[in-house]
């Protein structure tokens, strides 16, 4: 079949009288069908989508509760296995704009998954990179290339692509994490890959260590082992803790509350997640961050090239997202799409407003895309 077989066209073209477009005419029009029955789309019809002064999300912000999140995710905990096919017992969210597909923005994924007591999620690997972030809850272990990882509230457990993985619960309750994802990236640029791995994990790989392999080699501040290569895809650490986090917050503030600069704004502490090898982002195309915003205080607002998806860690406070205003709690999650202003205050009657951030921005940033625009008083 050649081109002109084609029955349908990608566009349908009509020659209109309109600022910057060519004079209708019998002859444009024939331009035009000749056009549509080679699949051809000449640039001065498209170019006002194709480049426009400024990024136009095809997301829209969006806001998810986290109280109606468990509550499903506890019923389909009630009625959904875990096993092969399926694989996880993990539920995506939908952003409005995206045509129902399961993305939280154009390039990344979000959800929440859940586990029984006593389950094991299969292993498997993918080519995509992952990381799970826990609001709340403790008893599971990921298991990660035969590491056993813990997994409990505010720690941050990155996953670099095509290593091996499983889950299982090791306690008397359900619990509860987030996963976040580059999927719908990976999806658009067809550079996926899947495969299934043992249907059981061995004994020796369904311990519950205190501390993984990971943490022992690489959880030292400024140490790195000599043993180890340093230039892996993704940090070979694989779990960050929520009191290294917590501290690295607060001790930023106080610097603050003593007269020496250590925050973005005032009363605005912010970390970010590294390979602790390189300093880089913790995942190729992921970049992952905490903020923390005390009593009455605000973030700046600003605005850059890519997507972000939060999730309120702890506390109270309101965000802003383009035109939109939510009052927020702990697990609430929530879009900021590319190129869209974002600001954070915290309430006055809580002691901090936590939040923890993942973006798209290494991708940009490797591409000389990146743009960030922050608002001055």
């Not at 912000?61 to 905990?77: F, N, Q, S, T, V």
């Not at 998954?113 to 972030?133: I, W």
């Amino acid at each position: 079949m050649n081109a002109s077989d084609h029955s349908t066209s990608p566009v349908r073209l009509k020659a209109t009288a309109s600022p910057n477009q060519p004079t209708p005419t019998p002859e444009l029009e024939q331009l035009y069908r000749g056009f549509e029955q080679e699949l051809l789309v000449p640039l001065w019809t498209e170019i006002g989508n194709l480049m426009p002064p400024h990024p136009r999300s095809q997301a829209t912000a969006h806001l998810w509760r986290w109280d109606r999140l468990k509550e499903l995710a506890a019923e389909a905990g009630r009625i959904v296995p875990v096993g092969r096919g399926g694989e996880r017992r993990a539920i995506a969210l939908a952003n409005p704009s995206l045509g129902g597909r399961p993305y939280a923005t154009p390039t990344l994924w979000a959800a929440i998954q859940y586990l029984m007591p006593g389950e094991n999620a299969p292993e498997h690997r993918h080519t995509q990179h992952a990381f799970r972030f826990v609001v709340e809850g403790e008893g599971v272990w990921t298991v990660v290339g035969g590491d056993s990882v813990r997994m409990s509230r505010g720690d941050f457990l990155p996953q670099a692509g095509w290593n091996w993985h499983a889950h299982h619960n090791a306690a008397t309750e359900p619990m509860a994490w987030i996963d976040g994802l580059d999927i719908p990236f990976a999806y658009n640029t067809e550079s996926q890959f899947f495969e299934h791995g043992r249907d059981a994990i061995n004994d020796a790989e369904r311990a519950t260590p205190e501390r993984s392999r990971s943490e022992r080699l690489w959880g030292h501040p400024g140490l790195r082992p000599l043993s180890q290569p340093i230039d892996t895809p993704g940090t070979p650490l694989l779990a960050y803790r929520w009191v290294d986090t917590d501290r690295a917050l607060t001790d930023q503030l106080e610097l603050e509350d003593e007269g020496h600069v250590g925050v973005l704004s005032p009363g605005h502490a912010a970390v970010r997640f590294t390979h602790p090898g390189t300093g880089r982002d913790v995942l190729p195309t992921i970049r992952c961050e905490m903020h923390r915003i005390r009593r009455g205080g605000s973030s700046q607002r600003w605005r850059e090239v890519g997507s972000s998806v939060y999730q309120v860690f702890d506390g109270t406070g309101t965000v802003r997202v383009g035109q939109q205003e939510w009052r927020v709690q702990r697990g609430d999650m929530f879009v900021v799409p590319s190129w869209v202003n974002f600001q954070a205050s915290c309430d006055a009657e809580t002691v901090s407003l936590d939040l923890f951030r993942f973006s798209d921005a290494p991708i940009f940033e490797a591409l000389h895309q990146h743009r960030i625009e922050v608002e001055t008083n």
